[in-house]
């Protein structure tokens, strides 16, 4: 038996994943931004357009699908692991 009276609104459970997925992005911003170090100026413009688009879609995936994500962060780490090494190799850009 429900004690909830009819017609109120019922609390649902607030996810952790899309606070950690959040942090995560923050962690990996500063990964993005410190790049010029390694990267040419417009390299790092590039880092951090590709970061960006992926915070816009954490920010679309709060809601609809927050295990996923948790796991953009792997995936901006990824990509920039990437672009860095294909930079040095291909482009290359030296520290």
Same mark, same amino acid.
């Given at each position: 038996?429900?004690?909830?009276?009819?017609?109120?609104?019922?609390?649902?459970?607030?996810?952790?994943?899309?606070?950690?997925?959040?942090?995560?992005?923050?962690?990996?911003?500063?990964?993005?931004?410190?790049?010029?170090?390694?990267?040419?100026?417009?390299?790092?413009?590039?880092?951090?357009?590709?970061?960006?688009? +992926? +915070?816009?879609?954490?920010?679309?995936?709060?809601?609809?699908?927050?295990?996923? +994500?948790?796991?953009?962060?792997?995936?901006?780490?990824?990509?920039?692991?990437?672009?860095?090494?294909?930079?040095?190799?291909?482009?290359?850009?030296?520290?």
């Amino acid at each position: 038996m429900s004690t909830i009276p009819k017609g109120q609104p019922v609390a649902e459970k607030i996810s952790p994943w899309p606070f950690v997925g959040m942090a995560g992005m923050a962690g990996t911003f500063f990964l993005n931004a410190a790049s010029g170090l390694l990267a040419p100026w417009y390299g790092v413009v590039v880092l951090l357009l590709v970061w960006l688009g +992926l +915070l816009l879609l954490g920010f679309r995936w709060w809601t609809p699908h927050p295990v996923r +994500l948790a796991w953009l962060p792997v995936v901006s780490l990824v990509l920039w692991f990437g672009i860095v090494i294909v930079g040095d190799i291909w482009l290359d850009w030296t520290a």
